[in-house]
């Protein structure tokens, strides 16, 4: 068992470095999805429900949570913005309000307009006696 130590190590820097790179992300590619999916969020479309529910749980988990079928309703390129959102803020560890201008009143926007999409809005009838 001690003799494949240095073996089994070596493998999982090995899978671990795969996988760190298949879920990298620059610091630009972040910035243009979340200005990307700000905008999106922004508009009167099919795909501005699913935008602001990404950008508000990657925000803030706990007042706001993605229903992940709503992913569905983007289109790819819009999809490829909330992955690499999704993969800036848990690998990056960085804020989507961080990255872009202006980005916590643009922020306190959203959440203002997508007010009916909160957590307690959107369970309220869940907690009520």
Same mark, same amino acid.
């Given at each position: 068992? !001690?003799?494949?130590?240095?073996?089994?190590?070596?493998?999982?820097?090995?899978?671990?470095?795969?996988?760190?790179?298949?879920?990298?992300?620059?610091?630009?590619?972040?910035?243009?999805?979340?200005?990307?999916?700000?905008?999106?969020?922004?508009?009167?479309?099919?795909?501005?429900?699913?935008?602001?529910?990404?950008?508000?749980?990657?925000?803030?988990?706990?007042?706001?949570?993605?229903?992940?079928?709503?992913?569905?309703?983007?289109?790819?390129?819009?999809?490829?913005? !909330?992955?690499? !959102?999704?993969?800036?803020?848990?690998?990056?560890?960085?804020?989507?309000?961080?990255?872009?201008?202006?980005?916590?009143?643009?922020?306190?926007?959203?959440? !203002?307009?997508?007010?009916?999409?909160?957590?307690?809005?959107?369970?309220?009838?869940?907690?009520?006696?």
């Amino acid at each position: 068992m !001690a003799d494949d130590l240095p073996d089994r190590v070596l493998q999982h820097l090995e899978e671990e470095a795969f996988l760190r790179s298949q879920l990298s992300v620059t610091e630009s590619d972040y910035r243009e999805a979340v200005n990307a999916l700000v905008k999106l969020a922004q508009s009167d479309t099919s795909g501005s429900r699913a935008a602001a529910q990404v950008l508000l749980s990657l925000y803030n988990g706990s007042a706001w949570h993605m229903d992940l079928t709503d992913l569905g309703v983007l289109d790819l390129t819009n999809l490829q913005y !909330a992955l690499i !959102a999704i993969r800036g803020r848990v690998v990056m560890m960085k804020e989507p309000h961080g990255m872009i201008d202006n980005g916590a009143q643009i922020f306190e926007e959203l959440g !203002a307009r997508w007010q009916h999409m909160n957590t307690w809005e959107r369970y309220a009838d869940k907690y009520t006696d």
